[in-house]
Each structure stands twice: as C-alpha cells, then as structure tokens.
C-alpha cells in the first residue's frame, strides 16, 4: 500500500507539470528506480523511492498525463500490483476503497534510453536552499515569468562576492528581478561570472520537490547546474545544462 499523494509526489517528480511523458520504472526490492530526460535533453535527472510497494519489475509508462488522469479518481491508500501476460508486464493496477483502475503499459522498447552524466563531483558554487529560498526563487520566476534565470557572482554592499539568481530578458531595458542565495558556499569564482538557465525549468524542478527535508543546488562553471533532493522515503537528482545565450 502507498498514499496516493505520496506516489502523486514520485511522479510529479519527474514528469514535471508534463515536460516528462515517457519513462521505465525499475523496481528492485521495493526500491523504485526511474530516470528521466527533458525532450531536448538540456536535463537530465533520476528520482528514487526505497520503500515502493511493486514487485521486481522494469515496465514502460507511455502515457504520464493518463496515468495522473487514472490515478486522480483514487483517494487514500491505495494498491499497486502488475499484471503479466506471456512474462510481459502489461497493466498497472492502482486499487482504492472504491475504485480498481488498469492502466495499460507500453513496450519497453519504445521508451527512449536517458543519457548518461558523468559527475566529478567538482562543483565550484553550492547552495543550501532553505523553504523560503525555494518559495523566494519561484515566486521571482512567477512575476516575470521570463525564459532566462542568470546564475551570477556579484557584491553586496560590504564588497563580499555573493551568489545572485537574476530572472529576466538580459537586454537593459527589461525588467529584472535579482535574488541573493543565502547559504552560498563560493570556491574560486571569479567576480562577474554568467550562467544563463531556463528559468521556467528550474521554477518546475523545485516547485516539484517543495517536500524535501533537504535541497541542495550546485553549480559547476563550466555550463551546468545540479539540483539534489532527499525526503523521507525519496531522493531526486536535476542536471540542467545552461543556455548557450547571454
């Protein structure tokens, strides 16, 4: 059994407010495994379950926004099992109180393999976000609603290098809204240093793990941002790699 609010969370983890249809779901001693890719592949991620109530299993979900469509009828605990035909995996089945619904799989075959990341782990900015800089941070991108969010270094008022978030067109004739990080660990970044991100892809990441007990964003200069989540039965890893314009 799982709540369904807490498998709703999985999933949204991924598909993102639907960036994300198509993805395997590979469970392995109750520990559910599923990797992701925006359409574009400018993002890559990974979300994991430890304590998922399925049976050893790789099955293809096609059709997200279906399934969510299914899965939104249902209330409370609900139940989880496959059906198998021929030893392929062919239905999920999600049970409540109330109501039995089968959703039909796909073929595993047409499920498009995600890339791989290699991370050193070298990571010359990390933040700690906090809830309210989580909420600050989408709350920015919201009332802009602009396509870029700058990752930059510049200096408050004591001439300290700080980690500012700017969202907005980078023309200086728009408007802008610049936000400084707290809990910002810089390691030889020079002064003046640009990132340009999606911004609607970050504000969709992190309003999609509002539930974290811990949020971590790391940046590496070279043209990437990862962003790094854990709850209590969960953990959820972004690669996002910038824009190539500034």
Known sequence: MINKSELQSVIGKYYLGGLVESVKWTTEDNALTIDFQSPNKDMIGCVKHANFPLENSEIAVYDTSKLNKLLGITSGEVFISLEKQQKVFTKLTIADLNYTVNFSLSELL?????????????YEIVSVLEADSINAIIK????LESDNVIIKIDRDLDGEDVLVMSFGDTSNH???IDYQVPNSTLTNVPYGTKLPFNSAMVKTILN???????AIM????KGWVKFEFKGENWESEYYQVRKQDI
């Not at 999609?208 to 811990?214: G, L």
């Open 110 to 122: 047409l499920i498009q393999d995600v890339g791989k990341v290699t991370d050193s782990g070298d």
């Open 208 to 214: 999609n793990n509002k539930d974290a007990t811990s």
């Open 218 to 221: 790391k940046v590496n200069t």
């Open 140 to 143: 920015a991108h919201s009332a």
């Open 174 to 176: 728009t408007n802008k």
